[in-house]
């Protein structure tokens, strides 16, 4: 299975800063006949199930804030969040689809 | 508007059985791809079984050959029968759709809200 890590486990940033969760894969989830890496990043707030937020990497989902961002390609990946506001309190993990999917381990996201 | 309610969970000794039920409401089970996802309490997400719109189904390793994921389309509901449990099975269990992308890969876009297996004696 494809082990995914993320770093850091957590972090506390002010509102209106950025947060970067950063998110490393044991293998490339890069499909080269497709030229698509298979990365999918969510959210998960505190009591309910996990959102999905962003697929292939970087494709917000409907109605995804656009400070919401994500990049990386192959085995490293960023989840960006521009300007952190007080909804976005999470645990936020990755997952790859390229194989049996697995997920990051979370990464906790607080107000400083 | 797509739903997925779960039912079924709760306490079991070691070694026994219980049956998870997800309705789904919005789309229909047979023409989506279903998958189990569970977490454990205080960890992260863990997949644990897939049934494709065929019938094709799939495990984890962790639950292979004592869970069994299945649907009943008359009623629009995917279950998964667990037997054999043990404590490491204690986990929330989610019922998820699978946004499937051919060749076996998927994300999950909707997911429930989940239902607490407790194993203990």
């Known amino acids: 299975d494809i082990v995914m890590t993320q770093s850091p486990d957590s972090l506390a940033v002010s509102l209106g800063e950025r947060a970067t969760i950063n998110c490393k894969s044991s293998?490339?989830?890069?499909?080269?006949?497709?030229?698509?890496?298979?990365l999918a990043w969510y959210q998960q707030k505190a009591g309910q199930p996990p959102n999905l937020l962003i697929s292939?990497?970087?494709t917000r989902e409907s109605g995804v804030p656009d400070r919401f961002s994500g990049s990386g390609s192959g085995t490293d990946f960023t989840l960006t969040i521009s300007s952190l506001q007080a909804e976005d309190v999470a645990v936020y993990y990755c997952?790859?689809?390229?194989?049996?999917?697995?997920f990051g381990q979370g990464t906790k996201v607080e107000i400083k | 508007e797509v739903q997925l309610v779960e039912s079924g969970g709760g306490l079991v000794q070691p070694g026994g059985s219980l049956r998870l039920s997800c309705a789904a409401s919005?789309?229909?089970?047979?023409?989506?791809?279903m998958s189990w996802v569970r977490q454990a309490p205080g960890k992260g997400l863990e997949w644990v079984s897939i049934i494709y719109t065929g019938g094709s189904t799939y495990y984890a390793d962790s639950v292979k050959g004592r869970f069994t994921i299945s649907r009943d389309n008359s009623k629009n509901t995917l279950y998964l029968q667990m037997k054999s449990l043990r404590a490491e099975d204690t986990a929330v269990y989610y019922c998820a759709r699978g946004r499937y992308y051919g060749s076996g890969t998927y994300c999950f876009d909707y997911w429930g809200q989940g239902t607490l297996i407790t194993v203990s004696s």
């Open positions: 997952q790859q689809y390229y194989s049996t999917p697995t």
């Open positions: 293998q490339s989830v890069l499909y080269s006949s497709n030229n698509k890496n298979y």
């Open positions: 292939w990497a970087s």
């Open positions: 919005g789309f229909t089970v047979i023409s989506n791809y």
